[in-house]
């Protein structure tokens, strides 16, 4: 996946219009790519706009709840246990 397309929605969805975040943001997005793809066996689709969007959401939120004792929020969860089931833990391929 463009970690540069990511981190633009992110900032966009975050209201952050300045650099000085990006590094800290893309330490995130980077995390998240590695935790779908190497901890949850999924194959991301760099063309997929419904991947790309559950990335978003999820580092948006990442970032939005660095120091928080709250889950993840339903509406990520059902996303991400969709897209786990659609891809089959990576063995199915891309959608």
Same mark, same amino acid.
């Given at each position: 996946?463009?970690? !540069?397309?990511?981190?633009? @929605?992110?900032?966009?969805?975050?209201?952050? !219009? *300045?650099?000085? =975040?990006?590094?800290?943001?893309?330490?995130?997005?980077?995390?998240?790519?590695?935790?779908?793809?190497?901890?949850?066996?999924?194959?991301?689709?760099?063309? *997929?706009?419904?991947?790309?969007?559950?990335?978003?959401?999820?580092?948006?939120?990442?970032?939005?709840?660095?120091? *928080?004792?709250?889950? @993840?929020?339903?509406?990520?969860?059902? =996303? @991400?246990?969709?897209?786990?089931?659609?891809?089959?833990?990576?063995? *199915?391929?891309?959608?």
């Amino acid at each position: 996946m463009d970690e !540069s397309t990511i981190l633009e @929605l992110v900032k966009c969805r975050l209201g952050i !219009s *300045s650099t000085v =975040r990006d590094t800290y943001l893309t330490q995130i997005i980077k995390g998240i790519l590695v935790e779908l793809e190497d901890e949850k066996g999924l194959v991301l689709d760099s063309a *997929s706009p419904y991947h790309l969007m559950v990335v978003v959401d999820y580092s948006t939120w990442r970032y939005q709840n660095k120091d *928080s004792a709250a889950g @993840l929020p339903r509406h990520l969860q059902f =996303r @991400l246990h969709n897209l786990m089931i659609h891809l089959g833990g990576g063995t *199915s391929g891309t959608v």
